[in-house]
């Protein structure tokens, strides 16, 4: 059995989200919070082994109980958030970058003809966040030993002219680390796959553009990618890439059914870039990426796939390593590290 605390300031969403897990024969509630300061006291006494996290609550928002959880007794935390303010979806990133694994939308209320796809989806990630290994927060990091830089392919560094990424649970602080890892003068367009619950994707647009040098933004289809800019895709459609750096994006699903998708993007640019692109598969659930990164490598792009030792959930860079698709498996600073040296 899953033990689950929820941390939710409205009484009527607490018994809502209560009802809802305790429809799931794996989990049982174990304590029902309502503000931040009694979530890190409850987490301490309760123990759970998985907490569900709102953004917005009094006296302690679910950023700072994050934050303080993650430093006295790690557990994993499912954050979830209603309002898509500037303010609490900004919140809602820091949230993650503290040690929360992933974010959902609150589920709708019954009567609402997607209520129970909302709430199969909210069992599902309890069930499965559960389950992963976290780690604690210090509040203060030592100095870390610098990582064994990655040797690089015995070609060219200018043949590079594209970088693509795409991640899951787990992926926009690993994505962070990266890309506030490059110069502001970065050559070469990056294209990235996030899956994110809907209507987060804007905000990480802004989180991303706020915590990195490059430039961020949404992409729209038909425009040109630059260099020194990261394009998101997003939600609801695919993004694909023509030869000429044109970006084009349709609605509609893949034979995965993500949308966007991750292998779609790595199969436009093995088509069309082949050996002079770069193709990154990091933390998620599922196998998504790993097709896609497979025919990259074929074509004679760069491939790298996430190590397990960072990732949160280690299914598509490990599916990607399985069938043999990553030339490299690094940390988030060795990838770094390592695009720093091939462009």
């Known amino acids: 059995m899953i033990r689950v605390m929820v941390a939710e300031d409205s009484a009527v969403t607490r018994e809502y989200l209560e009802h809802l897990l305790s429809q799931d024969s794996a989990l049982q509630v174990v304590g029902m919070v309502q503000n931040g300061l009694e979530a890190v006291e409850q987490a301490q006494r309760l123990r759970p082994d998985v907490i569900l996290m709102d953004v917005h609550m009094p006296l302690m928002n679910g950023y700072e109980a994050t934050r303080q959880i993650m430093e006295r007794i790690p557990t ?129 647009v802004k989180w991303l553009g706020q915590s990195t040098p490059l430039h961020v933004k949404l992409a729209e289809s038909g425009e040109t990618a630059q260099p020194g800019t990261v394009y998101l895709a997003p939600h609801g459609g695919q993004m694909g890439i023509t030869k000429d750096r044109q970006i084009h994006l349709f609605k509609g699903t893949t034979e995965n059914h993500f949308c966007p998708s991750v292998s779609y993007l790595f199969e436009s640019v093995a088509q069309a870039f082949g050996r002079s692109a770069i193709g990154i598969l990091l933390t998620g659930m599922g196998q998504d990426g790993a097709g896609g990164l497979l025919q990259l490598s074929k074509a004679g792009g760069v491939t790298i796939a996430q190590d397990e030792e960072t990732s949160v959930i280690f299914g598509m860079p490990g599916e990607a390593i399985r069938l043999g698709a990553a030339q490299y498996i690094l940390s988030p600073r060795q990838i770094a590290e390592l695009l720093r040296g091939l462009v």
């Open 76 to 204: 994993p935390i499912v954050m979830v958030s209603s309002n898509m303010s500037h303010d609490q979806v900004a919140m809602t990133f820091e949230a993650l970058k503290a040690g929360a694994l992933t974010v959902l939308d609150k589920p709708y209320g019954l009567g609402h003809p997607d209520s129970d796809k909302t709430a199969s989806q909210l069992q599902e990630t309890v069930r499965l966040m559960a389950g992963v290994k976290v780690i604690r927060r210090w509040p203060r990091r030592d100095r870390q030993a610098p990582s064994p830089t990655p040797t690089l392919p015995a070609r060219a560094s200018s043949n590079i002219q594209l970088i693509v990424v795409g991640a899951s649970t787990g992926g926009p602080t690993v994505i962070v680390e990266i890309l506030g890892s490059l110069p502001l003068n970065f050559p070469v367009p990056i294209l990235v796959v996030q899956h994110i619950a809907t209507g987060f994707t804007p905000g990480l």
